[in-house]
């Protein structure tokens, strides 16, 4: 998807909070009108939110009030029986002409009379009775929703202290820093499909129009069994076995002219399990929540010690479905970091669903692209669509925002252009656009290692249409004196590109242990600094022509790339590989006496190589799901390949929760190989490097110590959160929590007979122990983003050897 700023942007954006309120004369006008005003109680005059405006008569056409009570609507001119109503409130009716340009509307609700709850001597309260009604009427509907689309406005502001925003709004110590807003059309279909396309979009000039990609809708949605904050799944109170995990307590029913509403109190059985606080609000006779009014309990662990403060209003469909309405988050942290200085941040997401169709027919290639999208005309600023579309109003302050934070920009001598934030902001700022295309990363314009040393080069990538793209990457080794090239044609063979084609040739150096342990921007800053470089290397030249077809919805993977979850894979490939040595030994802090690691020789020769690959819901990259594997095959080809050989391998990944707060992570890898193995196929054991680890690796292990063409590794870490939830956090940025984790890993690794060993090399079962194996202890989500293994090996060892390492938190 390309991205481009609208030209007028920084000129409309000075007058988006104006239009609302403007009298519009363009033609539309001729034929709506705009239709708003403010609900308050009658008797305190205290505005009320969550107030439902609905126009009887009039499909779809329904609002809800913001924080400050107001509300607008643009409807055609006519007459409306119009119903405003709210939970705690007699609803009000009132018939409008509306017949001008702008009808606005003030209506003051009355409280419903109400009773305490029934002293009843059960053993149940009423409030459990109840609940298990509304879980047993959810369960019995459910099993006919199957999927449904809807309409969806979102509006993500953040706040801060003047400091951190950089201006003072004259108000009080706490300024807008930004706003994002959008319109978009939602889809989804069981079990978790979801697909938002954003259809318009608008943000403060200090907000790039590409970051705008907000469309936080029902997928957060109360009703449902979990809902999920930065990965911490929380069970709510409409779970199968909420029973189980709640107190329910009746506090009071309210009466008014069409229903009976009981206001139920939800706390906690057990502080071992996420969970919510807070109230619901069940109508009797439908057995819906009408409103939830929820904060998380001390077992979920937001980061900064935040506040989390969810809100949401529920309709009924077809009198059928109860769906969401509206949604309000609040959360506000201060983000101490290092004792050193905590700016506070307030982030206010708010949302309006509507026009929902329930139970029809979608496209399944919806659901084949990314969760969110933007429509190509979503990039170009239509102040008309958003005067007529308007569904919840702006804030004075939000409207005063968007003109001050333009002004901000443009004000050579306001605090957000200081001479401290040109100067590391535009070097930010550079950094950040060599991750964007055209350009492939950092990583391909230096890197270093014990072969080529200093590299300098470039990397890349065009888009040329819909379905075809190419890139390019140059570089110069300067210690081997080698120039290395990489291109790439890719053509999709269908508008979804689940079908790929794609043609390489490359120039470079590849690597025979696996890529991902240690990456090229780890293996730079080891080299260059300490003389420890991770890889294995071989010079590789050579073309490739594969086929894949991927399925499943569109993931990130990084940067501004997304894979399918799923994929096979077929390729064939010519290569001519050789051995590379080691031609520096430069680093900024090793000794002159220590030397690199010798590279290991390979087998000289043209190989022909087809290959299979099969992965299901697994890349090598990250962790894209709880499970998954990856099952790959590789065959030189006799007659054309200086040796033949026959290798496969397989990796799978497996999370699962063993009690509420704890988890169990297994992976498993192997490797085989039949004939004639050169060296450049052997498999190692991945290991810890300079006291750092990646996930899943021998973290006692010396590095590259163990080789052969035959391997089996198994890693199982438990989780065991935090051993009481709450007590072991240091304040602040710490306040996600310490976890404890225990691990235990063992590998395997020996060479066949025909394997082709042209340096000795050791394998686990020319050891006395046959095998390697470890255990240990960590502390995860140290200051939030470290953890600390102490690990013990017990093999090839007359006694245990202890090894400390440091990496990056596993979320």
């Excluded at 030189?636 to 026959?646: D, M, T």
């Excluded at 110590?705 to 391997?711: C, L, N, S, T, V």
């Excluded at 013990?792 to 090894?803: A, I, K, Y």
Aim: include cysteine; hydrophobic fraction near 35%; charged fraction near 20%.
């Amino acid at each position: 998807m390309k991205y481009t700023l609208y030209s007028h942007g920084s000129i409309l954006i000075l007058f988006i909070g104006l239009l609302m309120s403007i009298p519009s004369y363009t033609a539309f006008s001729q034929k709506t009108v705009l239709f708003k005003g403010t609900i308050s109680d009658s008797e305190t005059l205290e505005p009320l939110k969550f107030v439902t405006i609905r126009l009887i008569g009039l499909v779809n056409k329904a609002t809800v009030t913001s924080k400050e009570g107001t509300y607008l609507l643009r409807v055609p001119k006519g007459e409306y029986d119009i119903t405003y109503s709210m939970v705690g409130y007699t609803s009000e009716k009132t018939h409008l002409s509306i017949d001008r340009d702008t009808i606005i509307n003030n209506v003051g609700l009355q409280r419903s009379s109400f009773r305490s709850a029934e002293i009843i001597v059960s053993a149940e309260d009423p409030g459990v009775k109840l609940m298990r009604s509304v879980l047993q009427k959810k369960m019995q509907w459910t099993d006919s929703l199957k999927n449904y689309t809807y309409m969806l406005y979102t509006k993500f502001v953040v706040s801060a202290d003047t400091v951190t925003a950089g201006r003072n709004s004259g108000r009080n110590d706490t300024s807008i820093f930004s706003i994002l807003e959008s319109y978009s059309k939602g889809f989804f279909e069981k079990p978790d499909k979801y697909f938002n396309e954003i259809i318009q979009k608008r943000q403060t000039a200090n907000i790039p129009a590409q970051a705008n990609f907000v469309a936080f809708g029902t997928n957060l949605n109360v009703y449902d069994d979990k809902i999920s904050f930065f990965n911490e799944d929380i069970v709510t109170p409409f779970h199968p076995n909420a029973l189980d995990y709640y107190e329910f307590t009746l506090v009071k029913t309210l009466q008014d002219d069409t229903k009976e509403i009981a206001e139920i109190r939800v706390e906690p059985k057990s502080g071992q399990r996420r969970l919510f606080n807070g109230t619901i609000n069940i109508d009797k006779q439908a057995l819906i929540p009408l409103y939830v009014d929820l904060k998380p309990n001390r077992a979920v662990k937001l980061p900064f010690d935040a506040s989390l403060h969810v809100q949401q209003t529920f309709i009924e469909i077809d009198s059928h479905y109860a769906m969401p309405s509206s949604l309000r988050i609040f959360s506000s942290l201060n983000a101490e970091v290092l004792f050193l200085f905590a700016p506070r941040l307030d982030i206010s997401i708010e949302n309006v669903a509507y026009e929902y169709e329930i139970n029809t027919e979608i496209p399944p290639e919806k659901f084949d692209q990314r969760r969110v999208e933007i429509n190509d005309k979503a990039n170009v600023f239509d102040s008309i669509f958003w005067i007529e579309k308007a569904i919840l109003p702006l804030k004075p302050e939000e409207t005063a925002a968007y003109i001050q934070i333009q002004q901000a920009l443009e004000d050579p001598d306001s605090t957000a252009t200081s001479a401290f934030n040109s100067l590391f902001g535009g070097i930010s700022a550079f950094f950040n656009r060599l991750a964007q295309r055209p350009f492939t990363g950092f990583e391909d314009m230096f890197r270093y290692n014990r072969v080529h040393g200093v590299y300098s080069g470039i990397g890349l990538q065009f888009q040329h249409s819909h379905n075809a793209e190419s890139g390019i990457k140059l570089g110069y080794g300067i210690a081997d004196n080698h120039l290395y090239a990489d291109a790439f044609y890719r053509q999709y063979l269908n508008e979804t590109k689940k079908y790929v084609i794609e043609c390489n040739g490359y120039r470079k150096l590849s690597r025979r242990d696996n890529p991902y342990v240690v990456g090229q921007s780890g293996i730079t800053s080891l080299s260059l600094l300490f003389k420890n470089d991770y890889g294995d290397y071989y010079y590789n030249q050579g073309a490739e022509l594969s086929f894949e077809y991927g399925w499943g919805q569109l993931k990130f993977l990084r940067r501004e790339e997304f894979i399918r979850p799923s994929a096979i894979k077929f390729s064939i490939k010519r290569e001519y590989h050789s051995s590379a040595d080691v031609n520096t030994q430069f680093a900024l802090f090793a000794p002159s006496e220590i030397s690199f690691r010798d590279n290991p020789p390979v087998l000289s020769g043209e190989y022909t190589i087809a290959s299979a690959e099969f992965r299901m819901n697994l890349t090598p990259i990250r962790r894209i799901s709880s499970a998954g594997f990856i099952i790959s095959g590789q065959y030189a080809l006799p007659g054309i390949s200086v040796k033949s050989y026959s290798q496969s391998t397989f990796q799978a990944f497996l999370r699962t929760v063993t009690l509420p707060l704890w988890r169990l992570d297994a992976r498993i890898s192997g490797g085989y190989s039949w004939g004639d193995i050169p060296p450049q196929k052997f498999f190692s054991l991945e290991s810890s490097i300079a006291s750092t680890a990646g996930d899943g690796v021998f973290r006692g292990m010396s590095v590259k110590e163990f080789y052969g063409d035959r391997y089996a590794a198994l890693s199982l870490e438990h989780n065991f959160g935090e051993v009481i939830p709450g007590v072991l956090r240091i304040p602040s940025i710490a306040s996600f929590g310490i976890e404890v984790i225990v691990t235990g890993s063992i590998g395997y690794t020996e060479f066949s007979n025909n394997a082709i060993v042209l340096k000795q090399l050791p394998s686990t079962f020319s050891t006395n122990d046959r095998y390697y194996y470890e255990a240990g202890i960590a502390l995860n989500k140290i200051f939030l983003f470290f953890r600390c293994d102490v690990s013990g090996r017990f093999s090839q060892r007359s006694n245990p050897e202890l090894r400390f390492t440091i990496s990056g938190s596993t979320f």
